[in-house]
């Protein structure tokens, strides 16, 4: 039985490395006790950062964000901390070319026996074509309904 635990835990780790890689889903952790924040492959594609220029820290992370949206984070973060609680957010980062993306992130607070917490783990995704189609949506909407009052006024002003 020793043996196969190892096996299983091995093709589920390779299944889940499909799964994240192909949703262009990126991993990190937050060690409480060191302070480090590790980043999988897929959050230094997503924020487009250098790994060797990659400090490790939540302060060189929050370069990355924009600066409205890293103090917001950042208190989302240690609030969540505090109150042991999970948490799901959205902001946005430096793009390469000029703007911003947006991302969606979730995160766990992970406790340890004694329910101090210890690490956060979480995960994060670009939202950006989403975000887009929304507001283009949102402008569609407010166009047609400008048309339609402007046709009812139209019509009310015609047979007055």
Same mark, same amino acid.
């Given at each position: 039985?020793?043996? !196969?635990?190892? %096996? #299983?835990?091995? +093709? %589920? /780790?390779?299944?889940?490395?499909?799964? $994240?890689n192909? $949703?262009?889903?990126?991993?990190?952790e937050?060690?409480?006790?060191?302070?480090? +924040?590790?980043?999988?492959?897929?959050m230094?594609?997503?924020? @487009?950062?250098?790994? *060797?220029?990659? =400090?490790?820290?939540?302060?060189?992370? %929050?370069? #990355?964000?924009?600066?409205?949206? $890293?103090?917001?984070?950042?208190?989302?973060?240690?609030?969540?901390?505090?109150?042991?609680?999970?948490?799901?957010?959205?902001?946005? !980062? =430096? @793009? =390469? *070319? *000029? &703007?911003y993306?947006? !991302?969606?992130?979730?995160?766990n607070?992970?406790?340890? +026996? #004694?329910?101090? $917490?210890?690490?956060?783990? &979480? +995960? @994060?995704?670009?939202?950006?074509?989403?975000?887009?189609?929304? /507001?283009?949506?949102?402008?569609?909407?407010? /166009? /047609?309904?400008?048309?339609?009052? @402007?046709?009812?006024?139209?019509?009310? #002003?015609?047979? =007055?």
């Amino acid at each position: 039985m020793k043996e !196969i635990l190892p %096996l #299983n835990l091995k +093709v %589920l /780790s390779e299944r889940f490395e499909i799964a $994240a890689n192909s $949703a262009r889903i990126g991993i990190w952790e937050w060690d409480l006790l060191t302070h480090k +924040v590790f980043w999988d492959k897929m959050m230094f594609e997503l924020y @487009n950062v250098d790994k *060797q220029n990659y =400090k490790e820290t939540i302060p060189d992370w %929050l370069k #990355n964000l924009h600066p409205d949206d $890293a103090v917001r984070f950042e208190e989302e973060l240690h609030h969540s901390i505090r109150h042991k609680i999970n948490h799901k957010t959205s902001y946005r !980062i =430096k @793009n =390469k *070319q *000029q &703007g911003y993306k947006n !991302i969606r992130c979730y995160f766990n607070i992970i406790t340890d +026996v #004694n329910g101090k $917490a210890i690490r956060v783990t &979480g +995960v @994060n995704w670009d939202i950006t074509e989403r975000v887009l189609l929304e /507001s283009e949506l949102v402008r569609a909407k407010e /166009s /047609s309904e400008e048309k339609i009052r @402007n046709i009812k006024e139209c019509c009310f #002003n015609l047979y =007055k």
